[in-house]
């Protein structure tokens, strides 16, 4: 191996620990340019950074921010950022002796933000830390062969031009790399600025007061904050759509077709609604599923206005986002349920995620046939004249919400620490009436119901788990929805049409 040549290391301790430090520099910078364009706010440095804020003790957090006030995050970021160009430097001099140890060492510190990056967010916020991970293993070979005296194969000494031909390469790329993150975030600032800075109006209907009792003593939110809320669609970039030249546009089989500007949304009598959402794609004891406070426009206000012609049975829902489609029965939108082309999301214009700046919303459909985000055109037709996205793919036409439960508390394979069993049981727009749980083998017990907050949102449940004897047990639920059907025992796959069966966890007092 060139590497080895004479049996001894050829870079010198310094210029390995200088190479090694260029390439934790790199790989930090191209993790910050990544996640400028899939994660803003992902950038390896800033997430390592907010777990070590979240796990601070807060005696620790109030004397740092007292100390540094509002410079506390850029000090953090700087400190972090020291830290791991240390680590580099550490990880170049292991590099020298053990080339292979030290592309281990520099995948081991990726590998440690890209935990902390998946404890705090989605799949995508993983993906800036994945690049660093690769890029720092992939580039500190290079960067210390380059710093190697090859062309003097007889001494130790090496020539200047030599060293920074490898780290000056490193670092204009690393330089450039956290420029071009910082443009293309502070990009990506100006919008959601100007998205922050909307303010919608009072719905003319709000939202009907949450009895404190929807909250069970497990450890659900009852209402889902938009940061953790579950996002499903095809983009693997997040859409950024502004409001300046978007408009909604209603047409095909109507007397009057209409088009609407994001003004003339805000300008419409706006009802607001608690509405738990769901994707098809969730598997038994999943969490691809979310409960918000929307504000938006009826559907049935704009239908009304437009005029539908006989024959339509079917809306076929366009999006910005190329290529998405969605087939909505026209009978879900006409039949009084609170279906909606949403603006606001828990009190705030929809996030990016999940939609601006205007998506579906219509209670106790799977989001694939209902919840349409970066909409815009409504085209009234029928079933026989257009086919969605999904239904193209083979997944069911029509697509009704199956009633389902999940247990949350304890964990699968954990210890009813809190002295209960609890979770959540949802049938939307046919509500939740009961849950039962069992115990091994014993019999249907019913769980204590959470206050209902309405038939359009989940209800949770829990059970005290006084009398469960000390030792290892699988619980069982199963919930019966507002029509008196039981949650079937059948197990099916998400597709076609979503899973059906009982969630059951083991666990241990
Ligand atoms: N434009 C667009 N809208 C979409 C999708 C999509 O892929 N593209 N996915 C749908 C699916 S399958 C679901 S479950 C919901 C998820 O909404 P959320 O990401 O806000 O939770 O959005 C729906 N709306
Ligand atoms: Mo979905």
């Not at 404890?119 to 293993?137: C, E, N, Q, T």
């Not at 079937?488 to 966890?505: H, L, M, N, Y």
Request: hydrophobic fraction near 45%; proline fraction near 6%.
């Amino acid at each position: 191996m060139a590497s080895r040549t004479h049996g001894e290391p050829v870079t010198t301790p310094r210029l390995a620990a200088l190479g090694g430090a260029v390439a934790a520099a790199l790989a930090l910078a191209l993790g910050h340019l990544a996640a400028a364009i899939v994660a803003p706010g992902a950038s390896p440095v800033v997430v390592v950074g907010s777990q070590i804020v979240d796990l601070a003790p807060t005696p620790v957090k109030n004397a740092v921010i007292g100390l540094l006030g509002t410079a506390d995050k850029p000090f953090l970021i700087g400190a972090v950022t020291v830290v791991v160009i240390g680590f580099g430097a550490l990880i170049g001099l292991l590099a020298r002796l053990r080339p292979t140890a030290g592309r281990v060492a520099v995948f081991g510190l990726g590998l440690i933000a890209m935990v902390l990056a998946g404890r705090r967010g989605s799949m995508v916020d993983v993906l800036p830390s994945v690049v660093s991970a690769f890029a720092g293993a992939l580039t500190l070979g290079p960067i210390l062969t380059s710093t190697r005296p090859e062309e003097y194969p007889g001494g130790p000494r090496i020539s200047r031009r030599t060293v920074f031909r490898g780290v000056l390469a490193g670092g204009v790329v690393a330089v450039l790399a956290t420029g071009a993150g910082q443009l293309l975030g502070a990009a990506g600032r100006v919008v959601d600025t100007a998205r922050r800075a909307i303010t919608l109006p009072t719905p003319r209907s709000r939202a009907k007061a949450l009895p404190e009792g929807v909250q069970a003593p497990g450890d659900t939110p009852f209402t889902t904050p938009n940061d953790t809320f579950y996002r499903i669609d095809i983009s693997l970039l997040v859409p950024s759509h502004q409001v300046e030249g978007w408009s909604l546009t209603i047409d095909g089989m109507v007397d009057r077709p209409l088009q609407l500007s994001y003004d003339d949304l805000l300008g419409m009598d706006m009802i607001e609604r608690d509405i738990t959402i769901a994707c098809v794609s969730n598997e038994v004891g999943g969490d691809l599923i979310g409960t918000a406070r929307w504000q938006g426009v009826r559907i049935a206000d704009l239908l009304e206005r437009v005029g539908v012609q006989a024959g339509a049975d079917q809306v076929f829902s366009h999006s910005l986002e190329a290529g998405f489609t969605c087939s909505t029965p026209l009978a879900a939108l006409t039949d009084g349920r609170d279906a909606m082309i949403a603006l606001g999301m828990n009190g705030e214009p929809l996030p990016d995620r999940h939609g601006f700046p205007a998506r579906m919303i219509v209670p106790g459909l799977f989001g694939y046939v209902s919840a349409t985000k970066w909409l815009s055109r409504l085209q009234l037709t029928s079933y026989a004249e257009e086919q969605a996205y999904w239904t193209v793919r083979g997944w069911a036409i029509e697509g009704p919400v199956l009633t389902q439960s999940r247990i949350d508390v304890p964990s699968d394979g954990g210890q009813a620490t809190k002295g209960i069993l609890a979770g959540v049981a949802w049938a939307m727009h046919r509500g939740i009436d009961k849950v039962e749980v069992r115990i091994d083998d014993g019999p249907w017990q019913p769980a204590q119901l959470a206050d209902s907050g309405g038939i359009d949102v989940w209800r949770q449940w829990w059970l005290p788990t006084t009398g469960i004897s000390a030792g290892s047990h699988t619980a069982t639920v199963r919930a019966t929805d507002g029509t008196g059907a039981v949650q079937t025992q059948d197990q099916a796959p998400v597709f076609p049409s979503g899973a059906t069966g009982w969630d059951s966890i083991r666990f241990t007092i």
